[in-house]
C-alpha cells in the first residue's frame, strides 16, 4: 500500500557505495523517533538498496516530515528532535552528483 501512496520519491542504489551514505547516515542518527499507532498521510518516500538491488530501508514521511514510516513501523520524530525529512533531504545530507 505504501508504495502507492507516496507523491515524491528518491531512491538510491548501491547505497552502502554511494556518496549520500557518508552524509545521510550521520543526518538520521540526529533524529530521535518513538513509536505510535497512529497512521499518516505519507507524500515522500527515500529507498536505499545495496549492490544486489535488495532493498536496505524504506523511510516514508508526511507533510509535516515529523511523522515517519521506516520499514513498515509507524513513528513519530520527538518534540526537540531535528525534523526527520529535513535531516533527509537537506543540501548537505544528499548531495546529489552533477548530471
Known amino acids: 500500500m505504501l508504495e502507492r501512496q507516496y507523491k515524491y520519491k528518491v531512491e538510491i542504489r548501491e547505497f552502502t557505495a554511494s556518496v549520500q551514505r557518508e552524509q545521510l ?12 499507532s497512529r497512521s499518516y498521510d505519507l507524500r515522500t518516500a527515500v529507498l536505499l538498496y545495496d549492490k544486489s538491488g535488495k532493498r536496505m530501508l524504506s523511510l516514508y514521511f508526511d507533510r509535516s516530515g515529523r511523522n515517519a514510516v521506516v520499514n513498515n513501523s509507524f513513528l513519530r520524530d520527538e518534540p526537540g528532535s531535528r525534523n526527520a525529512s529535513h535531516a533527509a533531504f537537506s543540501h548537505s545530507a544528499m548531495p546529489f552528483p552533477a548530471a
Open 25 to 36: 547516515v550521520p543526518a538520521l542518527r540526529e533524529v530521535s523517533f518513538s513509536a505510535t
